[in-house]
């Protein structure tokens, strides 16, 4: 998982249409002087939710995680994948984006008369789904559409909040956009302010860590930092790679150990740094793992306590509970996504198979109480990535404001031009999201840099030993890109465990 979640926007339309050549055929409209019309060649087959509007915001979220893919007989066309294991987590995140699209539409201050829609897509945790997903985004899911004689036509959408998974966001973005791994910046602030120059590095072996580890490795460089060892978590858990792994980092001199993973790759390691016994190991973590309760137990407290990490940002978002208690699931073939929500929260069917009834499961009637069955699904006490996909809408609803607000004459475009409503072409929205500045209601700003790129903002997490020998994740500090330079890193040393007798690394 990646900590900022992507805001693709397209470098320009033609190039969507052509990177979707094998989607659309277009076809001699029976009137000359008319638009060219296009045909879908194929849709796929995907899970999602919909809502028209003048100007729609796509979305990738991981709502299932587990794909099964059709044999190939190599004698027919292969049918679509299916997903498979609902999660509330990825689908939390989607209503999050509806969410905000709604609340946006009822503002009179920002894009007045103007309505925002979605397309929202399941990458069910596979890069092929994720593509599939993205090039519908790209090219639309209608059969039919229109486009000027230049082909160059607006597309279906001006922009994607998503995808959360690194090696979904890296591969699509070398399509839609650009990849960043801003979240190594606020580990390097941490060492920085403890002076720890010399740190042992280890990344899991997948897009997420590998990306990670590049950053890291020059940025700690240029900090005057150096690595003592780094290496990259086997990708079966070989448990001779895992052993030799730990002997070296116990023989190490360095105390620092910096771990870039997700939960599955590191898991083995930790295991094996219990059964080697290597204590006074100060562990600074990843946001994918920092808050895993995988991790925070009793068994593990005597390694892990005291570990430093950063987390996303928390947030809070006003009406958020009131419109997940809301959600009701309907018939539209667009909105498949919320009947399967529907079904996996009360384990119900709607069209239940034969022998569903007889086995004693439940049909589903779409009255179901919500409030009733919800459980931390309506919990909004510890928003974080839902908390990015806010503030990721609402950006791009500043820029197309911003955008909607041009002079003509006066614009930033050749012969000071401004954006065409009518063919608005994201590129053009590119120019005015580098611009962006704004503070949500909870009080962060969101802007960005010169190169684009969003200034991110962390929490600080320490691993604190409770008295009963378990270990709870506490907020120590925040890291702000894009407060003024000598005050991005606030750090309360007070509220730190340390979990060494000195209260410091040796």
Not at 462 to 471: E, F
């Amino acid at each position: 998982m990646i900590v900022l979640l992507c805001i693709y926007l397209y470098l320009s339309t033609n190039m969507i249409l052509n990177s979707s050549s094998l989607d659309l055929r277009s076809s001699p409209s029976p009137n000359a002087s008319s638009s060219p019309l296009c045909h879908l060649w194929k849709q796929f087959s995907l899970n999602g939710m919909y809502q028209e509007g003048d100007f729609v915001l796509g979305g990738l979220f991981e709502v299932h995680f587990f794909t099964l893919f059709p044999e190939l007989s190599f004698t027919s066309e292969p049918l679509q994948p299916s997903c498979e294991g609902f999660t509330t987590f990825g689908y939390k995140q989607a209503e999050t984006m509806a969410f905000a699209v709604d609340e946006i539409n009822k503002r009179s201050d920002l894009l007045p008369n103007i309505s925002l829609g979605y397309q929202l897509y399941d990458n069910c945790l596979r890069l092929g789904v994720a593509f599939r997903a993205a090039m519908s985004l790209a090219s639309g899911s209608q059969e039919k559409f229109l486009l000027d004689e230049t082909c160059s036509g607006s597309p279906p959408v001006l922009g994607i909040v998503g995808d959360p998974g690194s090696t979904h966001a890296i591969a699509i973005s070398s399509i839609l956009g650009l990849f960043k791994v801003p979240m190594v910046e606020a580990m390097i602030q941490i060492l920085r302010r403890f002076g720890w120059t010399w740190v042992g590095l280890v990344v899991s072996s997948d897009d997420y860590g590998l990306f990670a580890a590049r950053s890291f490795l020059s940025d700690l460089a240029q900090s005057g930092g150096c690595v003592a060892y780094s290496y990259v978590l086997p990708k079966d858990n070989n448990p001779t790679e895992l052993k030799r792994i730990v002997e070296n980092i116990k023989r190490s001199s360095a105390r620092v150990l910096v771990a870039i993973s997700s939960e599955a790759y590191l898991l083995p390691l930790v295991d094996e740094v219990v059964v080697q016994n290597v204590r006074g190991i100060q562990w600074i973590a990843s946001e994918a793992w920092t808050s895993s309760s995988v991790f925070l137990t009793p068994r593990l407290m005597p390694y892990l306590g005291g570990t430093l990490g950063i987390a996303i940002r928390r947030g809070e978002i006003p009406g958020l509970r009131e419109h997940l208690l809301n959600i009701r699931p309907d018939n539209k073939s667009s909105n498949n996504m919320v009947r399967q929500f529907w079904e996996a929260m009360f384990e119900c069917a709607f069209e239940p198979s034969l022998g569903w009834v007889e086995s004693g499961k439940n049909v589903c009637t779409g009255r179901e109480d919500l409030s009733a069955a919800a459980g931390g699904f309506v919990d909004v006490t510890d928003l974080r990535p839902e908390y990015n996909v806010y503030k990721a809408v609402y950006a791009l609803a500043h820029a197309l404001h911003d955008l909607l607000q041009c002079v003509p004459g006066k614009g930033p475009f050749s012969g000071h031009s401004c954006a065409s409503i009518k063919k608005l072409e994201p590129w053009q929205l590119v120019h005015y999201l580098e611009r962006v500045n704004f503070t949500t209601g909870f009080g962060d700003r969101v802007s960005f840099d010169d190169n684009g790129d969003a200034l991110p903002i962390y929490d600080i997490m320490n691993w604190v030993r409770l008295q009963d020998g378990s270990m709870q994740v506490k907020n120590v500090g925040v890291v702000d890109k894009s407060a003024p330079a000598g005050q991005q890193l606030t750090l309360d040393e007070d509220r730190i465990f340390w979990n060494f007798e000195s209260k410091k690394v040796h």
